[in-house]
Every structure is written in C-alpha cells, then in structure tokens.
C-alpha cells in the first residue's frame, strides 16, 4: 500500500514537471538556446567563408605560379641529364609533372627507375648485398662507409647511371647488367633500353609514410643521398607530408652528412614546388643544397627566398 507520504512526493514531483514545463514554454530558456544556438551558427559561417576566401586565394597563387613558371625555370637546366627515381608511394600525378617541369627547364630525360616495395621494405637485405657486389662496374669502388641497403643500392645505382662533371658514364654493358640484376631480383623496375648516363637525380617520394613503415624513410632518403653523390647533385622530392616523422625527407633533414648530399622540396604536388624542384637542381649543379618548402626542416619556401620558416 502507498504511504501518505509517498503520495506527497509523487505529487510534488508532478507539480514541479509541470512547472518546468511551463517556465520552458514561457520562450525564456528557449530564447537563451537559441540564442547561443544562433552565435554559434554566425561563427561556423564566418570560419567557412574565411576558408572559401583562403582556398580562392591559393587557387590563385597556383595559377599564378603555373602561368610564370614556364619563364622562370626555362633554360633553367639546359645541356644538364637528369634521372628520375620514384619510391612506391609516389603519386604519378606529381612524377608527370616533375618530368614535364624538367622538360620546360630543358633538360634531357635520362630515363626512369621505380624504387619496389621488395627494396624499401629490406626484407632481402643479404640477396640485395650479393647482387650489388656482383654488379659494380669494373674499376669503380663503392664506399666503405655506406654498410646499409639504402647507401649500397643508392652508390650503385649513382656509379653506374650518374657522373661528376667532365666525366662519362658507365659503358652501356655495365649498366645493362647492373639493372637487370636489381630487376630480376625484383628491388627495381627499370627499362634497360631507355637507360642513360646522367648528371643529375631527381627522387619522388610520396606522403608521410604510416607507423608501420619501419626504416621505409630511412632507406630512400640514404638512396636519394648516395645516388645525388656520384653526380652532379640531386633533389628528394615529396608531399608535405614526407617531411614528418620517419618520412624520406624528414631523414635527410634530420642528418646533416645527408643534407649536404641532397636537396629537398617538400610541396612538389604544388606549383611553388615544382619550380623550386627545378631551381634546386640547377643549384645543386654548381654545389650547392638546400632545403625547400613549407614542411618542418624547411629552410625557405625556395631558392633564392630570404631563410626562416615558410609557413
């Protein structure tokens, strides 16, 4: 049986819902709401047009860039050879227009060499020591210092498509064999018969590499770093994202001994980068690198910029 006393607070409860109900219905709770409900609407609003406006300003800076940059970097690499060399996570967009960009500076295409997954990975570092020991062209000597897959295959690669100024490249046989063992062992895919000597290297990497990618960074920024040392320089290029964590480019620019081997750009999948990839070439052929872009390690935004952070 229900007790007087619960029977007043059951009571007492109603009355107070209803007249909670009715103070809401009065509009004063409901006009505070809205209220707050309405700040927050003009807010959002406001940060969505000040990203529209930001985004037609960036459109705009890329189309301006785009309609320069055939004046500013043309003649910009004439007589040089250039070799491109792409990691697994290069997007083909941004390697079509590297190659497009070197085409506009005047340089000769060397050829293409594409980095495999079964290489960045150093899962068969022992076979990949045996075939690089086996293929070094006669009277060329790799340097001792570099003991990882990345140094080896990279000083491999460099003697046998890569020269210093005022010398030739490897004989076409030594290069044809050199390739086909890396081919067949499924660490690179190359075609032999488009294969060239060159004075210049350009590496394309891709975005920031995952938590999993274990020394993936570390192997194609110590192969962009020996191959660039036996030409005349080299630029490792990617998305703003290889320039953080374990990424290639966040490796070179964490070692000083692989920052002065090889340039970096870090926005290549915009225009600024791609001109910036171009002059860095050239600059690299009189001695000089340097690291470009708007990532972290970034020295400039380009060559030739006043130094300090590119944001």
Same mark, same amino acid.
């Given at each position: 049986m229900i007790s007087l006393r619960q029977h007043a607070i059951s009571l007492a409860a109603v009355f107070l819902a209803l007249a909670l109900g009715l103070f809401l219905g009065s509009g004063f709770v409901g006009d505070r709401v809205n209220s707050l409900t309405g700040a927050s609407r003009d807010r959002i609003g406001d940060l969505e047009a000040e990203r529209d406006h930001l985004n037609e300003q960036l459109n705009a800076a890329n189309s301006f860039d785009a309609a320069v940059a055939p004046r500013l970097i043309s003649g910009a690499l004439a007589d040089q050879s250039v070799l491109v060399v792409t990691a697994p996570n290069a997007a083909d967009t941004d390697v079509d227009a590297v190659k497009e960009a070197l085409s506009t500076a005047g340089a000769r295409f060397a050829g293409q060499i594409a980095l495999t997954d079964e290489l960045v990975t150093d899962q068969n570092a022992e076979q990949l020591r045996t075939i690089v020991d086996q293929t070094i062209p006669a009277g060329t000597t790799l340097r001792a210092e570099l003991t990882d897959?990345? #140094?080896?295959? /990279?000083? =491999?690669?460099?003697a046998l498509l890569l020269?210093?100024?005022?010398? @030739?490249?490897? !004989?076409?046989?030594? *290069?044809? =064999?050199?390739?086909?063992?890396?081919?067949?062992? +499924?660490? *690179?895919a190359a075609a032999d018969r488009t294969m060239s #000597?060159? !004075?210049?290297?350009?590496?394309? @990497?891709?975005?920031?590499?995952?938590?999993?990618a274990g020394a993936q960074g570390q192997l194609v920024a110590r192969t962009a770093a020996a191959m660039a040392a036996r030409g005349q320089g080299g630029v490792l290029v990617g998305r703003?994202?290889?320039?953080? +964590? /374990? $990424?290639?480019?966040?490796?070179v620019r964490s070692d000083p001994a692989l920052g002065n081997a090889v340039s970096t750009v870090d926005?290549?999948?915009q225009q600024t980068g791609? *001109?910036?990839?171009? =002059?860095?070439?050239?600059?690299? $052929?009189? #001695?000089?690198?340097?690291?470009? /872009? %708007?990532?972290? #390690?970034?020295?400039?935004? %380009?060559?030739?910029?006043?130094?300090?952070?590119?944001?």
């Amino acid at each position: 049986m229900i007790s007087l006393r619960q029977h007043a607070i059951s009571l007492a409860a109603v009355f107070l819902a209803l007249a909670l109900g009715l103070f809401l219905g009065s509009g004063f709770v409901g006009d505070r709401v809205n209220s707050l409900t309405g700040a927050s609407r003009d807010r959002i609003g406001d940060l969505e047009a000040e990203r529209d406006h930001l985004n037609e300003q960036l459109n705009a800076a890329n189309s301006f860039d785009a309609a320069v940059a055939p004046r500013l970097i043309s003649g910009a690499l004439a007589d040089q050879s250039v070799l491109v060399v792409t990691a697994p996570n290069a997007a083909d967009t941004d390697v079509d227009a590297v190659k497009e960009a070197l085409s506009t500076a005047g340089a000769r295409f060397a050829g293409q060499i594409a980095l495999t997954d079964e290489l960045v990975t150093d899962q068969n570092a022992e076979q990949l020591r045996t075939i690089v020991d086996q293929t070094i062209p006669a009277g060329t000597t790799l340097r001792a210092e570099l003991t990882d897959s990345g #140094g080896r295959v /990279g000083d =491999l690669l460099g003697a046998l498509l890569l020269h210093p100024e005022g010398r @030739t490249a490897s !004989d076409a046989a030594d *290069i044809r =064999l050199g390739l086909q063992a890396l081919r067949e062992g +499924g660490f *690179i895919a190359a075609a032999d018969r488009t294969m060239s #000597g060159a !004075d210049l290297v350009v590496v394309v @990497t891709g975005d920031a590499l995952g938590d999993d990618a274990g020394a993936q960074g570390q192997l194609v920024a110590r192969t962009a770093a020996a191959m660039a040392a036996r030409g005349q320089g080299g630029v490792l290029v990617g998305r703003a994202g290889s320039a953080e +964590g /374990g $990424s290639p480019i966040a490796v070179v620019r964490s070692d000083p001994a692989l920052g002065n081997a090889v340039s970096t750009v870090d926005n290549v999948d915009q225009q600024t980068g791609l *001109i910036t990839a171009v =002059l860095a070439l050239a600059q690299e $052929s009189d #001695g000089q690198s340097g690291a470009y /872009g %708007t990532g972290a #390690g970034a020295r400039a935004i %380009t060559v030739g910029a006043a130094p300090g952070p590119a944001a």
